[in-house]
């Protein structure tokens, strides 16, 4: 480099220093030396908002909750199966048709069952004329009775009139014996006509019992021909239909099964180390995945079973939901929810809360005038668990506080809410 050129480099630096250094200003920072302002002093530091991230109060509890999956079944399902052999005649309904009690939902042949009653019916026909020729028999042994009863006063009146003149002379003493006899042949013969009516009574108590038994065998067959026409007993929705006409089935077998849609139960298998807490009538939460956009569903706890499983220590437990319009149906996966027993109470971050000696505080964040600022509020705290802690007073639902800042705050702070806050404040 010539000394012309080294020359000019030295006027430059020495320029850039005169514009560093002005008098009575002291040294400039490069920032007001790149912008030809003056920076900012530490009291307007000060007074810049702090930036805090904040987030709303929420009702809730610092039990663990645990979602446990399970299958819809109807409140109540039955199986229609048939009680007498024979070929399906006719099948009514169909999967998914809502039926009524004592509606025919299928039949069954009963035409054997028909003549059978028939058969017995005669039988028992029979049976009521014996009774009804007995009865007539009863009648005349009564009446002779009665005729016997009458001939033997008769006779006594003879006997001791006759017995009477027999003493006094008047008569002889064969006439007397006479009169004496017949009475006693009198007395036999009311004897004899008492006896045939307990014999006759002997046998229309017989008859009797063979009407009787014959009534049962009628009552029987009727009830066998009955089970020909297979009937709801209550209001349900078949949920499966498993025969057609012309099938031919045998005693048990099933033909429909129905089930009561408008009430739903959801068995879940709960472990024996949650099983304290949860208590018959327990509300819980259900959440369908066929109805993703389906609000949860409330139901309660209705049966806690007494077994546990040897192998695996789970409990069934059952969740009952009300399905009043039926839409939800049977066989789907259910996912439930078991509200914690207890009251609830605001939960927050243990971060947000400032401990002291003898009091707790909370920064509640307050809109004034388009300004944000931040109240130190004293709060009651309950139970703390994984980093959580319930807050007993001092801070109400929705309202937002400072979960943390950069700096530390005082009553009054202006702050500046962070993009990690939750929810807008107004």
Known sequence: MGSNGFQTSIRLIAGLGLVLLMP????????????????????????????????????????????YSGTTRPQQQVALRAQTPGEVVSVNVDVGDPVGPGQVL??????????????????????QSEVAE???????????????????????IDADRLRTLANQGAISQQAAEAAELALINAEQAVKSAQAQIKAQQQVIAAAASRVSAQEALVGEARQQLAWVNLTSQLPATVLTRLVDPGDYVQVGATLLELGTLNTLKVA????????????????????????????????????????????SRLVAVDVT????DSRIGS?????????????????????????????????????????????????????????????????????????QSDQPLTDGQAVRLSILSDGDEE
């Open 106 to 127: 299928a039949q069954i042949d009963g035409g054997l069952l028909a003549a059978r009653v028939n058969e017995a019916q005669a039988e028992l026909s029979v049976r």
């Open 268 to 311: 879940v298998q709960v472990s024996e180390l949650d099983l304290a807490q949860l208590t018959l009538g327990q509300p819980a939460q259900l959440r369908l995945d066929a109805f993703p956009n389906l609000e949860p569903i409330s139901g309660r706890i209705t049966r806690i079973s007494p077994v546990a499983d040897v192998a």
């Open 331 to 403: 066989g789907l996966l259910a996912r439930v929810r078991f509200q914690p027993p207890g009251d609830e109470h605001i939960v927050i971050p243990a971060s947000a809360l400032k401990t002291g000696p003898n009091e707790n505080t909370l920064f509640v964040i307050e809109q004034n005038n388009e300004a944000t600022t931040v109240t130190a509020r004293t709060v009651t705290v309950g139970q703390e668990r994984q980093r959580k802690v319930e807050i007993l007073s001092g801070l109400e639902a929705n309202e937002p506080f400072v979960v």
């Open 24 to 67: 009575g200003c002291g040294l400039l920072t490069p920032s007001e030396a790149q912008t030809g302002r003056p920076g900012p002093s530490e009291s307007e530091e000060s007074d810049q908002p702090i930036a805090v991230e904040t987030a709303r109060a929420q009702v809730g509890t610092l039990t663990d909750i645990v979602e």
């Open 321 to 324: 939901m009300a399905n009043p």
């Open 134 to 156: 007995d009865e007539v028999a009863i009648a005349d042994a009564q009446a002779a009775a009665i005729q016997a009863q009458a001939t033997r006063d008769q006779a006594k």
